[in-house]
């Protein structure tokens, strides 16, 4: 019996999705709860399953379609035990043994498998750039031009000439260039980072913190701590979480939001901590960071990292905060402005520790120091509050005890 798969109901924060990936084609057979197709929206990528045992029918909505909450993106028909599969592949001319094994080994999007197919193509040879290696039909397409371009060999040339890049092959002058349609998150990163300079007072102040008592504190501790927590290591950014939430208390504008003109002072310090990944910025949640432990934060972190590498990040884990951490330090930067995550008034940006040469008590030291920066909403934050709340977590930084005893 012929059933329909449905795009899944997205949230009321999203309005559509986007086609990114099917990994079944029509005729293939699929066991239950097995992915069969991606939907990427502006914050996440949703995964769609086999409802049941049994084969694909017909694909409706093909890669790169805009669809709708809910839906119809194709149909599946349960319980075939994949005789449609078996059909197809009748049907279909038996290649040889080493192409099978080649084809077998490369995960192909449908349109790049039709391309290679109708070229006689060595997948094996492609190197893809969709997720976990997927050869995408770009990837076809580049490599077709680069061989058109590219010089032929003499049947009787040596085996190393075959190996030269298609970039090195390129007649003399050419420069390369690649397009490709900018992925929705992308767009969406590039909207709201338009929106908050657009329409949002922000200002940025600096400060730089002494980064010796932390880093002291976590040397003599860590090993002890990492064995306490099951693993769970002492990292620099559990305690600049603490401070803050600690400092978002004391100054409760930066941890407000503006509804037009209402404001929102939140009674919680739900803080983001903004985590790189392959298909851009994403900024996940600790809810209640005050009542966090240190371990409880780091282990969060580390789990969020895993799960926006592989795109596992949840639309509820990306909402709802009211202050964000960003660390450019981890990439090597030494000072920066961040720039606001609306509704939020407030982000702290963290940067690179670096010895520098210090005054102390009329004496020339050599101190590990981080810039610090605040970007805040001057329309709800005066300039008093901003430098105090980054005074504050200098001061707590430098001195983590104050942390435990909130003074």
């Known amino acids: 019996m012929s059933t329909e798969i449905k795009a899944p109901t997205f949230p ?102 039709k391309l290679v197919e109708e070229n006689s193509l060595d997948a094996s040879s492609i190197k893809g750039s969709g997720k976990d290696g997927r050869l995408m039909k770009e990837d076809v397409v580049s490599y077709l031009e680069s061989q058109k371009s590219a010089p032929q060999p003499a049947k009787a040339a040596a085996p190393a000439a075959s190996t030269s890049t298609p970039l090195d092959e390129s007649p003399k002058g050419a420069r390369a260039e690649k397009r490709v349609p900018m992925t929705r998150l992308r767009a969406s990163i590039a909207r709201r980072l338009l929106d908050a300079s657009q329409n949002t007072a922000m200002l940025t102040t600096f400060n730089e913190v002494n980064m010796k008592p932390l880093m002291d504190l976590r040397k003599q501790y860590k090993e002890q701590f990492e064995k306490t927590h099951n693993g769970t290591k002492l990292g620099f950014m559990s305690l600049f979480v603490k401070a803050s939430a600690e400092a978002l208390k004391r100054f ?98 963290m940067h690179k520790i670096q010895e520098r040469p210090m005054a102390v008590n009329g004496q020339v030291v050599i101190l590990p120091m981080m810039y610090l920066a605040l970007s805040y909403d001057h329309r709800m934050i005066d300039g008093k509050e901003a430098v105090q709340f980054l005074v504050t977590i200098k001061e707590l930084i430098e001195d983590p005890a104050r942390i435990l005893l909130e003074i």
Do not use: C
């Open 12 to 113: 009321e924060s999203v309005a559509d999705g986007t086609i990114a990936t099917w990994h079944k084609q029509p005729g293939e057979q699929v066991e239950r709860d097995e992915l069969i197709v991606d939907i990427e929206t502006d914050k996440v990528v949703l995964e769609v399953v086999a409802p049941d045992h049994g084969v694909i029918g017909e694909i409706i909505k093909n890669e790169g379609d805009v669809v709708l909450s809910g839906e119809v993106i194709g149909t599946f028909t349960a319980g075939a035990s994949g005789s449609a599969a078996s059909q197809e592949t009748s049907e279909a001319p038996a290649p040889a043994s080493d192409e099978a094994s080649s084809a077998e080994d490369v995960v192909m999007s449908p349109a790049a498998k």
């Open 252 to 349: 409760p504008a930066v941890n407000a939001s503006i509804d037009g003109d209402d404001i929102v002072y939140h009674g919680y310090q739900d803080i983001g901590v903004a985590v790189s990944s392959d298909r851009g910025l994403v900024v996940p949640v600790l809810r209640d960071a005050d009542t966090m432990s240190l371990a409880k934060i780091e282990s969060s972190i580390k789990e969020y990292g895993m799960k926006a590498r592989d795109g596992k990040l949840t639309i509820e884990e990306m909402t709802g905060g009211t202050f964000t951490i960003s660390n450019g330090g981890v990439f090597g930067s030494l000072m920066s402005t961040p720039i606001l995550n609306p509704p939020q008034t407030g982000i702290l940006g």
